[in-house]
T-cell receptor
Framework: EAQVTQNPRYLITVTGKKLTVTCSQN?????MSWYRQDPGLGLRQIYY???????DKGDVPEGYKVSRKEKRNFPLILESPSPNQTSLYFC???????????FGQGTRLTVV | QKEVEQNSGPLSVPEGAIASLNCTYS??????FFWYRQYSGKSPELIMF????GDKEDGRFTAQLNKASQYVSLLIRDSQPSDSATYLC?????????FGAGTILRVKS
């Protein structure tokens, strides 16, 4: 089954404690991206990657890091989380720039 | 000005009616347009995509694109209570897929 898998689904952490949200896709997609979704603001792109070792900033990259060492994986790293990073996060992948994005199940992150 | 704008709603329609959702975008170079449906707490799922001016129909859904006026719309015919969700308009130009904030649709039985 074609899918994008994110882990964990829910996470509560404390300010400053480094965390990683994993994302993996089994569709051999080149393009992967991370979004955060906040009430009234919609989905905002954090980082995207067009292929292995190629990443670039989206609209809200501050406080986040990503890496793309393998085609299937695109982890999101928060090295020093802060309460304003409390949000619902989605990973997405697509095969070409003009086709649909497949989304993971989402990760609800709370930073206290 | 936001890159992709949608009326937040909620848009309330009776069961069986036509729901009309609208979206405007600012980047004239945008080349592909998507409508996603998102239920509360769930991930977005693609309903329709459109690349060319005009209408595209798929079952009860019709997407309409007017590049000159920079708007894209989604019509849902014979609306059902299960259509109640947030509808996200997304516009792709270059490397970015930009989403609107979404319109909440409520279909009343």
């Amino acid at each position: 089954e074609a899918q994008v898998t994110q882990n964990p689904r829910y996470l509560i952490t404390v300010t400053g404690k480094k965390l990683t949200v994993t994302c993996s896709q089994n569709m051999n997609h080149e393009y992967m991206s991370w979004y955060r979704q906040d009430p009234g603001l919609g989905l905002r792109q954090i980082y995207y990657s067009m292929n292995v070792e190629v990443t670039d900033k989206g609209d809200v990259p501050e406080g986040y890091k990503v890496s793309r060492k393998e085609k299937r994986n695109f982890p999101l790293i928060l090295e020093s989380p802060s309460p304003n990073q409390t949000s619902l996060y989605f990973c997405a992948s697509s095969s070409l720039l003009y086709t649909e994005a497949f989304f993971g199940q989402g990760t609800r992150l709370t930073v206290v | 000005q936001k890159e992709v704008e949608q009326n937040s709603g909620p848009l309330s329609v009776p069961e069986g009616a036509i729901a009309s959702l609208n979206c405007t975008y600012s980047d004239r170079g945008s080349q592909s347009f998507f409508w996603y449906r998102q239920y509360s707490g769930k991930s977005p799922e693609l309903i329709m995509f459109i690349y060319s001016n005009g209408d595209k129909e798929d079952g009860r859904f019709t997407a309409q694109l007017n590049k000159a006026s920079q708007y894209v719309s989604l019509l849902i015919r014979d609306s059902q209570p299960s259509d109640s969700a947030t509808y996200l308009c997304a516009v792709k130009g270059g490397n970015k897929l930009v989403f609107g904030a979404g319109t909440i649709l409520r279909v009343k039985s």
